[in-house]
């Protein structure tokens, strides 16, 4: 993966380790065990049409570009990502793209990745007004770390396409978010006028060794983004690409850290933690380490409540 990292990101890194971490390549990346590879979720087998990933019956994914505002060196796409020529959509393929969705009636939400869709804006507006007048479509995903990376690709054009969308049918955002360091004045700005579009905003991060790997960085993260409005969604246990290892953060201490902000943290401040298990077999939620859980008791408790009544 190429090495790209924004002024904005630039001048952060300065200041904190955990951006510079994200975004500098280091040595490790070419170190790799036998048991990591390019493609660990088997994207590349659920690929219908250029750009189009269907792996769950009722959603599909577009990478609209393989392009980014900076390339996180965790990327779980690095295999790709980065690779601007071989990325970028035509009109062609996304017709193609619409064609393969009438194709299947199931499908009622489009994700729309990448890359970083933001990169690309007129692509995205055209990508957005066709599925506006899909009627089979009914939600609408954008997943982006543009937000943190380069806030000035938010435009008032993008913003009023958002707007726009919503009228019509619900916007969901998700933005990427490893590290409180991130969450600067123009982004805390950027994210008010995304909220202004009517559009729902979620997170999305991954336990990264020596980035966000403690109860206190996760605590602080998770609360300031429930404060700006933006629903902390998932947090996902990095997933084994080659390339990627030594960010790798052991499970136990991920589930001991996700106990702890569980008893600490607000509920609608308190993420999914996932693994995207292998070979697409889709995500499973990672359990947290609380007492056992006596499933017996409240079977017999309810039976006597039922009794109780006349
Ligand atoms: S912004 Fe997303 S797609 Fe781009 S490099 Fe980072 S993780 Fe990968």
């Not at 790798?248 to 001991?256: A, D, G, H, S, T």
């Not at 889709?282 to 009544?309: A, S, T």
Request: charged share 25%; with cysteine.
């Amino acid at each position: 993966m190429l090495t790209k990292i924004s002024k904005h990101l630039q001048n952060l890194a300065k200041k904190s380790k955990a951006i510079k971490k994200q975004f500098y390549p280091s040595e490790k990346e070419k170190k790799s065990s036998l048991r990591a590879s390019l493609d660990p979720l088997s994207e590349e087998k659920y690929k219908k049409t250029k750009g189009l990933i269907h792996k769950y019956p009722k959603r599909v994914l577009v990478e609209l570009t393989l392009n980014c505002a900076a390339f996180c060196r965790f990327c779980t796409r690095r295999r790709d990502v980065s690779n601007i020529k071989k990325g970028i959509l035509s009109p062609q393929n996304i017709k193609d793209i619409m064609d393969y969705i009438y194709s299947q009636s199931k499908i009622n939400e489009v994700i729309i990745s990448g890359g970083d869709p933001l990169t690309t804006p007129k692509l995205l507006i055209f990508f957005l007004q066709k599925l506006l007048e899909s009627r089979q479509i009914k939600i609408i995903r954008i997943h982006t770390r543009v937000p943190v990376s380069n806030p000035s690709f938010v435009t008032k054009e993008l913003l009023d396409i958002f707007s726009r969308v919503n009228t019509v049918k619900p916007l969901y955002i998700g933005i990427h978010f490893e590290h409180p360091d991130e969450i600067t004045p123009v982004t805390i700005k950027t994210i008010s006028s995304l909220r202004k579009t009517g559009a729902i905003l979620f997170s999305q991060s991954v336990f990264l060794k020596g980035i966000n790997d403690s109860y206190e960085t996760l605590e602080k993260l998770f609360t300031k983004l429930s404060e700006l409005g933006i629903r902390p969604y998932y947090i996902f246990h990095c997933d084994l690409v080659k390339g990627i290892e030594h960010f790798i953060v052991p499970i136990e201490k991920e589930i001991k850290i996700m106990t702890k902000l569980r008893k600490n943290l607000s509920g609608i401040a308190f993420p999914f933690h996932a693994i995207d298990a292998p070979k697409g077999f889709g995500k499973i939620i990672v359990p947290l380490k609380f007492w056992e859980f006596k499933k017996d008791y409240f079977r017999d408790f309810n039976m006597k409540k039922i009794l109780m009544y006349p």
